[in-house]
C-alpha cells in the first residue's frame, strides 16, 4: 500500500441496504476523515477522528457512523441507505506537523 | 456563519496568467489551503498560507490577507494540463477544513 486506498472504487446500492466504505492509510497518520463531494457544492466533512479510539462529527453525520479501532483503518458505514447519500466519497488523512490533508482515490455511491 | 466564496468557472489561454480568488469566514483561522482536483480524481494540495503575504512555488503562487478574508491562486505560463478545479479550504479554530464550491479553471490553445 502507498498511501491512502479506498474500496471500492464505485458501488451502486439498493435503498434501505447496510454499507461499509473502507478506508486504510500507511502512512501512520493521526487524523482521519471522510468527506462527500456532490456538484456544485465544496467538499463536506461527514466524521473525522483525530486519533485511534476516538470519533468526532463533523457537517453532515446523519446517516452514516464510522469506528477507529487503529491507526491505518478508517470504515465508513451506511446503516441503511437513501437516496440523497448518492455521492464521490474521499477519505483523506494528515499528521499533526503540517496539517496538510492527503486524500484517498474516492468511492462513487450510487443509491437507487 | 462560516463560509467560502469562490469564482464557479473561469478561462485563460494557455502560457497566459490567472489568479483564482478567494474569501473566507470562518469561526478563528488556522490558514488557508489550495487544493487542485482534475475531473474524476482525488484533491491534491498545491500550497498552505497562515501568514500574511505572498508563497511562491514554481508556476504556482498564493496570496493571503488575514485581514481582509482574502486569498488568491496565481497561475503562470498556463499549461493545458493545468484545467482542473481548484478548491479553496480555509481551517477553523477547531482545525478543521471549510471548502469552498471550487473553480473551474478551463484553459484554451
Redesign the interface.
Known amino acids: 500500500i502507498a498511501g491512502i486506498t479506498q474500496a471500492p472504487t464505485s458501488q451502486i446500492l439498493a435503498a434501505g441496504r447496510r454499507m461499509t466504505l473502507r478506508c486504510t492509510q500507511d502512512m501512520r497518520h493521526n487524523a482521519m476523515y471522510w468527506?462527500r463531494q456532490d456538484l456544485?457544492?465544496?467538499?463536506?466533512?461527514i466524521h473525522?477522528s483525530n486519533t485511534a479510539g476516538t470519533t468526532g462529527k463533523?457537517e453532515v453525520p446523519d446517516g452514516y457512523s464510522v469506528s477507529r479501532a487503529n491507526t491505518d483503518d478508517f470504515p465508513l458505514t451506511l446503516a441503511s441507505a437513501v437516496p440523497s447519500q448518492t455521492s464521490v466519497y474521499?477519505c483523506a488523512s494528515s499528521d499533526s506537523t503540517?496539517?496538510?490533508?492527503?486524500?484517498?482515490?474516492?468511492t462513487r455511491l450510487t443509491v437507487l | 456563519g462560516q463560509n467560502i466564496d469562490q469564482p464557479t468557472e473561469m478561462t485563460a489561454t494557455e502560457g497566459a496568467i490567472v489568479q483564482i480568488n478567494c474569501t473566507y469566514q470562518t469561526s478563528g483561522f488556522n490558514g488557508l489551503f489550495w487544493y487542485q482536483q482534475h475531473a474524476g480524481e482525488a484533491p491534491t494540495f498545491l500550497s498552505y498560507n497562515v501568514l500574511d503575504g505572498l508563497e511562491e512555488k514554481g508556476r504556482f503562487s498564493s496570496f493571503l490577507s488575514r485581514s481582509k478574508g482574502y486569498s488568491y491562486l496565481l497561475l503562470k505560463e498556463l499549461q493545458m494540463k493545468d484545467s482542473a478545479s481548484y478548491l479553496c479550504a480555509a481551517m477553523d479554530s477547531n482545525y478543521q477544513l471549510i471548502w469552498g464550491a471550487g473553480t473551474k479553471l478551463i484553459i484554451k490553445p
Do not use: T
Open positions: 468527506y456544485g457544492l465544496g467538499l463536506r466533512l473525522y463533523g474521499f503540517s496539517n496538510e490533508q492527503f486524500f484517498g482515490p474516492g
